[in-house]
Nanobody, 122 residues
């Protein structure tokens, strides 16, 4: 059974920080990569950041320098540290991954998603 569970969302003022966590099944997190996405009503879901098993990371331009993705492989957890938050960062944040045979690296749509955690910046 594949499961991804996010936590750490909340409401903060602009300039504040939040740290999101995503805990997943080990056989997903120990292979290939994990992505953090965000969804705003009426807009397409946006890939924010990815981290590969090797530690290689990617970020979209709007969050680079403010967000940091990291992983704790022993705990099957991926984090997204978000600093200097802006109102435009308000969204539901979801982590996503895929089965090892599909090897998610951010270039394809993952099959497994968490339920999402709301981030509101005012």
């Amino acid at each position: 059974h594949v499961q991804l569970v996010e936590s750490g969302g909340g409401s903060v003022q602009a300039g504040g920080s939040l740290k999101l966590s995503c805990i997943g099944s080990g056989y997903i997190f120990n292979n290939c990569g994990v992505g953090w996405y965000r969804q705003v009503p009426g807009k397409e879901r946006e890939l924010v950041s990815t981290i590969l098993r090797t530690g290689t990371t990617t970020y979209i331009d709007s969050v680079r320098g403010r967000f940091t993705i990291s992983q704790d492989n022993a705990k099957n957890t991926v984090f997204l540290q978000m600093n200097n938050l802006k109102t435009e960062d308000t969204a539901v944040y979801l982590c996503a991954a895929d089965l090892p045979q599909y090897c998610y690296t951010g270039s394809s749509s993952p099959r497994y998603w968490g339920q999402g955690t709301q981030v509101t910046v005012s």
